[in-house]
């Protein structure tokens, strides 16, 4: 086992070599991650030194004296000593917008921004929405350029990504029309009507639909959140609002890639405390999605069979356990954490329908630890859970045969990208009735 001096004397010695070239800044931070965490060194193979029971934020320095109730739920939830990270806790009556009662509740305002949201987010069909699916993207996006080798230098779930220019960068390609509608919600409820949100609440919100205080940073929280549950089948994450916001653009290297390999993404995520059983939980959520930017000449296609439905037939088709029609495209990402080693046995737990619980209570956990991820000030939140939609128990495909015969053909036409804009937009799908109005176009799918 390598000395944690050694570590160091080689991380400062590689950093140099690899600073006098340009492009290295993902493997710079990789290193920094080894230097700041040595066990990772000698356990990136194995299920040694998994650090997914840390405590973040503010949580660290605090006696248990100290903390407030939902500073020791959320203490429970990341050590895993018990608590529930989802819940069905919902209003009875919703107070009146603009009531003395609906002041007097710091959640109030937040149910009723999660309800602006669902209208978006939910399609005619049922299923979930291309603004649901950026959403939750935008939640990992903000909140994963954080690790603890750079905390010091801040990042992490505080609506930056919104309230600066990151957005625009390679790495968080495709989220703009997402942070612009953000931005949109934002200065409805915080400029124009007042209520005290922030962007970085908002943000998770739609994810986990989260709140608080308000510091914009609420505002992407929030979405996230929502945007989960309304896809059918999926949890209802527990939300924690107050958030502080930051104009600071956060590190982007930090982001995983669609195509690194599975010891990569190991390192990386160990040092956001992500263990590779939390990872294979996480990335999940490519379940619903429909990729763009990954490979052009395909775009729209989605990453499993039933895209909008937050099921586990992205696990069985990515592993191959279930044969993928042609038209699911697979992260290289996503099949080398698959096949790995150390993230095979816990993906193997989510196949088949029985996977399916299983997934959400671990997705949930994972997801609530990703969204404090920079968080300096968790005694001080707040739990709005009651505020999001309720969840979604059961689903079927209003379009199974139109959607199946997408699905079974990888040619691109015109009749195809219609058919996947619609299903971006949770549309139901008839195939007929496109092929009609293209045939004087073409006539085939």
């Known amino acids: 086992m390598l000395s944690s001096t050694f570590i160091a004397t080689l991380g400062t010695i590689m950093s140099a070599l690899v600073g006098a070239f340009t492009g290295f800044a993902r493997m710079k931070q990789l290193m920094k991650i080894d230097v700041q965490n040595p066990a990772d060194l000698n356990n990136v ?11 973040l934020g503010d949580l660290v320095t605090l006696s248990y004296p100290e903390l407030t109730q939902v500073g020791r739920d959320i203490s429970d939830i990341l050590m895993r000593l018990g608590g529930s990270p989802e819940s069905d806790v919902a209003y009875i009556e919703v107070p009146e917008l603009n009531s003395t009662a609906c002041a007097e509740d710091t959640c109030c305002v937040w149910k009723h921004i999660a309800d602006e949201m669902t209208e978006l987010f939910r399609g005619k069909s049922g299923r979930c929405t291309k603004w649901a699916r950026m959403a939750v ?7 994963g350029a954080w690790s603890k080798a750079t905390a010091a230098e801040g990042g992490g779930a505080d609506g930056s990504i919104c309230l600066t220019d990151e957005y625009t960068l390679p790495e968080n ?5 997402m942070c612009l509608q953000m931005l949109t919600w934002h200065d409805e409820w915080h400029n124009q009507k007042g209520f005290n949100i922030s962007m970085a609440d908002l943000i ?3 994810v986990l639909f989260t709140i608080l205080w308000c510091r914009e940073s609420w505002v992407q929280k929030m979405g996230a959140n929502v945007a989960t549950v309304v896809c059918p089948l999926g949890p209802r ?3 924690f609002v107050g958030r502080a916001d930051s104009a600071v653009v956060n590190k982007v290297e930090l982001l995983p890639s669609p195509f690194s390999d599975a010891v990569d993404l190991i390192r990386l995520f160990r040092g956001k405390t992500i263990s590779p059983h939390s990872l294979v939980a996480l990335i999940g959520a490519h379940t619903t999605s429909q990729q763009r930017l990954t490979n052009v000449t395909r775009a729209g296609d989605p990453q499993d069979s039933t895209p909008g439905v937050w099921d586990v037939l992205y696990y069985d088709e990515t592993y191959g356990s279930v044969e993928a ?17 150390i993230t095979a046995k816990e993906w193997v737990s989510f196949l088949g329908t029985a996977g399916q619980d299983h997934w959400n209570t671990d997705y949930a956990r994972a997801y609530i630890r990703l969204s404090l991820l920079g968080v300096n000030n968790i ?4 739990e709005c859970t009651k505020a999001l939609p309720a969840r979604v128990l059961e689903y079927k495909n209003p379009d199974q045969k139109s959607m199946d015969e997408w699905l079974n053909s990888s040619r691109v036409s015109l009749t195809s990208e219609e058919i996947a804009e619609r ?9 007929n009735s496109i092929i009609s109005s293209n045939t004087s176009r073409e006539n085939e799918l």
């Open 379 to 382: 005694n001080e939140l707040t």
């Open 325 to 341: 029609p042609e038209r699911v495209f697979k992260f290289p990402s996503d099949v080398a954490l698959a096949k790995y080693s």
């Open 423 to 431: 299903v971006e937009l949770g549309g139901v799908v008839d195939i």
């Open 45 to 55: 193979g194995s299920t040694d030194g998994d650090d997914s029971f840390e405590l």
């Open 137 to 143: 993207r935008l939640g990992f996006h903000d909140a």
């Open 173 to 177: 390609g495709g989220l703009e029309d």
């Open 204 to 206: 998770r919100k739609p």
């Open 237 to 239: 994450v527990r939300s």
